[in-house]
Nanobody, 115 residues
Framework: VQLQASGGGLVQPGGSLRLSCGSS????????MGWYRQAPGKQRELVAQ???????NYADSVKGRFTISRDIAKDMMYLQMNSLKPEDTAIYYC??????????WGQGTQVTVSS
């Protein structure tokens, strides 16, 4: 499975960005898909996750601001990020966990929130 993340960039505080993650395989077969982020000097953390049946969960720090979604027909996953804060600055990675136990990662996309 190959995952390709895109959509990062520089945005002012309060702004919005939408990240995209494309998959080389049919995402309907995936156990979960998710977005993680890693800020400088910090550990990688889960931002949002969506299960095979469409259940979602979010880190407390992004609840109400970020929305994870997927388009099964296009094998795409998205992260809509609104009301961005400087502390959201990080490299964002897309991830997929398989029922086989394998886990796949895309390359990161940089999100910088700064005035």
């Amino acid at each position: 499975v190959q995952l390709q993340a895109s959509g990062g960039g520089l945005v002012q505080p309060g702004g919005s960005l939408r990240l995209s993650c494309g998959s080389s395989e049919n995402i309907f077969s995936f156990k979960t898909m998710g977005w993680y982020r890693q800020a400088p000097g910090k550990q990688r953390e889960l931002v949002a996750q969506i299960t095979n049946v469409g259940r979602t969960n979010y880190a407390d720090s992004v609840k109400g601001r970020f929305t994870i979604s997927r388009d099964i027909a296009k094998d795409m996953m998205y992260l809509q990020m609104n009301s961005l804060k400087p502390e959201d600055t990080a490299i964002y990675y897309c991830n997929s966990d398989q029922y086989s136990g394998m886990s796949y990662w895309g390359q990161g996309t940089q999100v910088t929130v700064s005035s």
